[in-house]
């Protein structure tokens, strides 16, 4: 590891973006959608499921529920027949019905910007606020933190805690407020595509000369 770049500090973190940046410029999310709802939907869908998944199941969902308004009235049954490939249907289905029915009720069918208004719709904690907010209104109020956030942060020495809320605090603290949104994209690119759960792919990674490797039991 290189000894010059303290994990943590303010040079260390730069290189990190830098270096990430440049291996992924194309830095997204890569959930599919048309609008801002859709997102939303996504990201609901999103939860204990891959991407990749969500991306399947949504084309004949919006297609059978192309509005709020289709959504909020959605027959339960069929729903949850439509959103089964993400697991826990029942709940995912709901969830969006009733999002659907608020967005109607209170916001005219439109999307909100503020944290505290996303946070009263059902199914939106504050890890899908903060996507919906960043990949809609260019907004951050923190750092998005999926599995693979939580993860990197880890191993990168960006964090000791494994409280998700723990963790977006430490690296609020840590990553200027003009990268919030950036940094998930590229920590969760990075981790789909190097730095993997198990056996990450260290020997072709671009941060191994100053990755501390905190919890990696593998010797690539």
């Not at 000894?3 to 973190?13: D, F, I, K, N, R």
């Amino acid at each position: 590891m290189n000894e010059e770049l303290t994990p943590g500090s303010a040079e260390y973190v730069a290189e990190l973006i830098a270096r990430l940046r440049a291996t992924y410029p194309d830095a997204h999310c890569e959930l599919d959608y048309e609008t801002p709802v859709q997102l939303l939907v996504a990201v609901i869908l999103s939860a204990q499921c891959t991407d990749a998944r969500v991306n399947l199941t949504t084309p004949a969902l919006f297609a059978r529920y192309p509005t709020v308004e289709a959504l909020a009235g959605a027959d339960p049954t069929e729903m949850e027949e439509l959103v089964r490939p993400t697991g826990f249907y029942r709940q995912k289905a709901r969830y969006i019905r009733e999002a659907a029915a608020r967005l109607l009720a209170e916001y005219g069918g439109e999307l909100p910007s503020e944290m505290d208004a996303l946070l009263t719709l059902s199914g939106v904690a504050r890890k899908s606020a903060n996507v919906v907010r960043g990949e809609v209104f260019g907004l951050a109020d923190g750092v998005t933190v999926d599995t693979h956030v939580k993860r990197l942060a880890m191993r990168l020495g960006l964090t000791t805690e494994t409280d998700p809320v723990k963790v977006e605090r430490d690296l609020m603290a840590i990553i200027p407020r003009e990268s919030w949104i950036e940094i998930a994209h590229l920590l969760v690119w990075h981790g789909r595509r190097l730095c993997f759960a198990r056996k990450p792919a260290c020997s072709v990674c671009p941060l191994n000369d100053i990755c501390p490797r905190v919890g990696v039991v593998s010797s690539q």
